[in-house]
Structure formats: C-alpha cells, structure tokens
C-alpha cells in the first residue's frame, strides 16, 4: 500500500470524523473503515460508519454491533435510520448476511439485526455448533445404583470437612451424568469443595484409567484452584498417588492446557485434541469467546467439560460473556431431557454476615439497602464519601494507618528474609480500582500508597529497582519458570541474595528478579487483575459518575475479594452507578442457544 493510501486511511472525514470527535468511535476504528473501503470501494459514510462502530463494540467486549439497541449519546450527532441504515449494511460488499457460509469470506456479518466482524462471529459460531453437538449426543453410561454406592464410598473416606449440601450433590450427579455442565455460584457457594467430592465419586465410579484436567484462566487462579482443592481433600484417604483410577494433573492455565503459541496459534485443536477424560474449568466468568472456541475445538466429543464460576463477576478483558450467555441460555443434560446441566450453589459458607449481605445487595440492584448496609459501617463495612483522588491518601487515616502498618510487617519480613509472612502480609490488605490510569486509576495509588510506606519505613524504596519489600505483579507468561501472568510476589533477601518470593500455596516459589522481564510494583490493582484471588481486606476507589467501567459487575467482583472488611472509596452516586449499571456486552450466543 502507497504512503498516501496509508495517510488516507487514517484520516476521517464526514461522520466518521463527527464520531470520532464525539469519541464515539476509535481511531483503529476510523482505520479499519478506511482500509476496507480503499479495498472493496465502499463508499457510503453509514457503512463505513458502522464498520468503525463494530469494531468499537469489540473494544469494549461485545462481540457484535446490536443496531436495534444502540443508544446514541447525548451529542448532536447525524445518526442513520436504523431500517435504512440496515438496508445498506445489507447491500454492501463489505457485509455477509444470515449465518449460512459463504463461499467468499466478508469481512463483516449481519444477522438478526446484528453486526458482527466475522472472526468473532466465527467464533460465536463454533462455540454454539460444538455445544449443541454436545448436547445432543447420548449422555454417558452411568448406573443409578452404582453412582449412588460411589457417592456413599466418597463420604465413608472423607474424614472431615462440611457436609455436601442438596445442590452440591446434584452438581456431582450431574457433571457426571453429562458431557457438559455448568456448576455457578459466588465466593463461598462450596464450588472447590463440589469438584473434590466429584472427583472422589469419579474415582469409585469408573474401573479403568480416567485422565483428569485442571485448568483456568489465569496463572495465579489456576495456583488458587489447586491450593483449594488440595485443603477441600486433605480430610479424605484420597490423595494425589493414593487415586484408584484417577490420573489428576496440577491445574494450569487454559493457554498451556491448549499449548498456545505466538500469534494465537494452539497446539491442541480438532486434528490434535486434548487427551482428557475430564476437563474442569475453574473461574469461567474470565474465559473470552475466542479462548472458549479454541477449547471446544480442541475437545473431544466424550469428554466430559465441567464449566466453574460465577456469572455475575466480570467478564473477561476481551470480547464474549460465555459463562453468563451459557448460564442465561440455559444448559440441557441432553437433547430432548428437560433436566438442567446447570447448578447454581447459594448457601455461602464463607460470608454471614454484612459483606455477604452487601454482595447480595448489589446482585438484586437494591441500592438503598447497600447504601444503608454502608453507612451502618461496623467491624466489617467502611464507606467513606469522597471523590478520590490519591493525593488525599494520608488525609483518609484508617486507610493510611492501614498501609503503613502492612508496609512495615511486609518490609520487616522481607529484609529478615521470611518469605512467607512477607506473602501474608502482601495479602492481608489490597487496593482495588476499577482504571489503570487516570486519577481513579492503579498508577497513581500505587505511587501515592508507596509514599506512604516510605514515612513509616526508613530507607524503603531507596536501593534501585529490586528494594526489599516491593510488591511485584507479573504481566507474562514464563512457562520455563513456572511463572504465569497474574502471579504476586514480594522481593526478599535470602541468604544475602536478593530473591522474589511468590506466592505459591503453603511454600513460597524463589525466582532470581533478574529473570524477571515481565513485572510491575504492585500497591494497587485493578479489580479485573483481582479476580481468582481473595483478601483478608480491600479498599475499593470507585471513579466518579458517568465512567463505562462503573457497573454492577465490577462493584461485585471487588466486594467479594475481601473476606473480613471491606471499605468503599467514592460518592453515593457513583455507587447507585455502579448498582444500577449491569455490564451490557452484546452477544448473540445466549440467544441463539436457547432458540
């Protein structure tokens, strides 16, 4: 392509310029638009208008255009007729139509009065083709009687823990009786705790070799979900070796589980499928459209998939709400069975009190009764109504007082070389925020929380990159040092070698920070980096009203990572913001499943 063909495709004009002024649409949109008319000779602004704003719906993590649904904002912009503005979407080269192949690939698809970018409706596509193939297969083979005589071997060599409540046993009869099934709830619902007892029935249920795996999204989810489930079977005779017939694998990441590679590209697919009896998915709410379709298409039909999570939490970063489209669908056991494949656990065993009730509050949208719960305070609630701002960290003096005492107990340790309570009190308190920059954002409470430290701690964060007693958050995969994105860490001194000390289950991994190529300081996180992970407190910042990113889901997410206390940052409004604000990512899957 020619300079000038290159300068023309990033400059707008006519409404593409109209709506990227209004900032109703990128400038990767403005280009994409331009480069598909230089290449197809569409001319038409509403096309070309359409293709920027697909494209920014993409950004914000839907996987399609909703043209019925959109909601032009406040400014005096020329939007198109909707009935005639579909007729030319229609009529364009650009633009597939109806969910029959094509025989020349277009770069856009309308259906149903949606527009999708076609990668994502391929992938849409090959996520509701392998599900329903799914379903309609014949369920497994399993014998009443034999499945009830496992459950009772289960519960004879499980010498301590809770009881399974009704739901949780239905869950462990139902992901065993079908090839695919969802079990959801919230922190605490018992969800680690249904896939140990399921795995102990597994075990005396089958009478051959059943390979099982254990995957998540991420790195320091995948560590969580293995610490639970080796605490949930530490009370049972079966463990690790100890399995009959079970082969467990340490649970990954879904990347390496599919040996993903540069570019996208996974080892494991439909010519080379994943060897598994049994997949477990814990945190599913974080899985995107494009990561789920590459799961389905590495699966083997008579595996069993066994889907974990909560679909009121976040979404995942990039585009698709599986979980919740799935949940929303509905999930038959077979074709024709009007039985569920779906349980949703919600007796929580970790919350009884204000917190849960917070939690439950924000769910249902009740925003007086959050409110009141806020402002009722207490040993576990704390809401302090401001517009924050990190320059008025040592002005809000439970929260300073706070910081400095987990900065000196986190120093302390880390420079007399005690890895592990360096990690605890890593933990014992985290700042969540909902924007990466901005002045609501991780950057500037980071900076503001070590300023802090700095007063209470002599001579702290003086010593060059790698200071004792800096928190550290990996940004990348490095599967040759088992470390994975998402992990946390302290720096230490070992043996008078500077170390980092991650967090790792009841023994801390030590890697050398010099192989660490990939890590930020971590005084603040986002409350998308927190999910999979839990606190004994949390104070959550809450940006100012009118912020895309101020929504039910992400109060919830934020809320339910503390286990003990949680305090809120921000003003009444923001909050009623939040409440009221349910994340909409427009999708097609949960619809078009359930039709």
Same mark, same amino acid.
Request: net charge negative.
């Given at each position: 392509?020619?300079?000038?063909? @290159?300068?023309? !495709? ?5 409404? +593409?310029?109209? @709506? ?39 950004? !914000? ?15 005096? %912009?020329?939007? $198109? ?22 025989? &020349? ?32 297969? $014949? ?7 034999? %499945? #009830? ?6 519960? /004879?060599? *499980? ?44 075990? &005396? ?8 795996? +254990?995957? !998540? ?51 494991? &697919? ?57 949940? /929303?669908?509905?999930?038959?056991? /077979? ?15 970790? @919350? ?18 959050? +409110? ?37 107990? =986190? ?46 701690? $002599?001579?702290? *964060? ?50 050398? $920070? ?7 300081? =971590?005084? *603040? =996180? ?9 606190? #004994? ?33 921000? /003003? ?21 499943? &359930?039709?």
């Amino acid at each position: 392509m020619s300079d000038d063909v @290159f300068e023309s !495709s990033v400059v707008a004009t006519g409404l +593409l310029a109209d @709506f990227s002024t209004a900032g109703a649409i990128s400038w990767n949109g403005v280009q994409l638009a331009r480069t598909l008319s230089w290449l197809t000779g569409e001319q038409r602004p509403e096309v070309l208008l359409a293709v920027a704003l697909c494209l920014r719906a993409q950004e !914000s993590g839907s996987v399609c255009l909703p043209i019925d649904d959109l909601q032009p904002p406040p400014e005096k %912009l020329a939007w $198109p007729d909707r009935e005639g503005w579909l007729s030319m979407l229609a009529d364009s080269p650009l633009v597939a139509v109806g969910d029959q192949p094509e025989a &020349n690939q277009r770069p856009l698809r309308l259906v149903d009065r949606q527009l999708y970018l076609e990668r994502n409706w391929q992938s849409e596509e090959r996520v509701r083709i392998a599900l329903t193939s799914r379903i309609s297969l $014949p369920p497994p083979p399993v014998c009443p009687e034999q %499945l #009830n005589d496992a459950f009772e071997q289960a519960r /004879s060599l *499980a010498t301590s823990g809770p009881v399974l409540t009704t739901a949780q046993r239905d869950a462990v009869r139902t992901s065993i009786s079908s090839w695919t099934s969802v079990i959801a709830g919230g922190p605490g619902t018992g969800k680690t705790t249904t896939i140990a007892q399921l795995l102990r029935v597994l075990d &005396n249920l089958v009478t051959t070799r059943t390979s099982v795996a +254990l995957a !998540s999204f991420t790195g320091k989810a995948a560590a969580r979900m293995q610490e639970s489930l080796d605490a949930s079977l530490a009370g049972s005779e079966l463990r690790g070796p100890a399995w009959q017939h079970l082969q467990v694998r340490p649970a990954t990441t879904l990347h390496a589980l599919l040996g993903a590679r540069p570019g996208g590209h996974m080892t494991r &697919n439909a010519g080379n499928p994943l060897p598994h009896d049994l997949l477990i998915i814990d945190e599913m709410s974080m899985v995107s459209l494009d990561l789920m379709a590459a799961l389905m298409a590495a699966l083997r039909p008579t595996t069993r998939l066994v889907m974990v999570g909560d679909p009121h939490q976040l979404s995942s970063v990039d585009a698709g709400a599986v979980l919740a489209d799935i949940v /929303s669908a509905g999930l038959p056991m /077979s074709s024709g069975d009007p039985q569920s494949a779906i349980t949703e656990l919600t007796d929580s065993h970790r @919350f009884t009190g204000p917190i849960q009730e917070l939690a439950e509050a924000i769910q249902a949208a009740r925003t007086d009764d959050a +409110l009141d719960l806020l402002r009722s305070g207490g040993t576990e609630l704390a809401w302090i109504d401001v517009d924050p701002d990190p320059q008025m960290l040592a002005s809000i003096e439970p929260l300073a007082r706070q910081i400095m005492v987990q900065g000196q107990e =986190m120093v302390s340790a880390a420079r007399q070389g005690r890895s592990e309570q360096a990690l605890i009190a890593m933990d014992a308190h985290r700042l969540l925020c909902a924007h990466r920059h901005g002045p609501y954002g991780v950057g500037g409470w980071s900076r503001a929380v070590e300023a802090e430290i700095r007063k209470a701690v $002599p001579g702290y *964060a003086r010593t060059g990159e790698w200071y004792l007693g800096r928190p550290l958050l990996i940004t990348r995969n490095a599967p040759d040092l088992q470390i994975s994105n998402g992990d946390t860490g302290v720096v230490v001194l070992i043996d008078d070698q500077i170390q980092v000390a991650l967090s790792s289950g009841d023994q801390p991994r030590l890697r050398s $920070p010099w192989l660490l190529d990939s890590s930020e300081t =971590m005084h *603040a =996180m986002t409350v998308h980096k927190s999910q999979g992970s839990e606190y #004994n407190s949390v104070t959550v910042v809450l940006p100012a009203t009118g912020s895309p990113l101020l929504t039910r889901e992400l109060f919830y997410t934020a809320v339910t990572r503390a286990q003990k206390h949680v305090r809120i940052l921000g /003003s009444a409004e923001a909050i009623a913001q939040a409440i009221n604000t349910p994340a909409r990512r427009a999708t097609g899957l949960g619809r078009r499943l &359930n039709r």
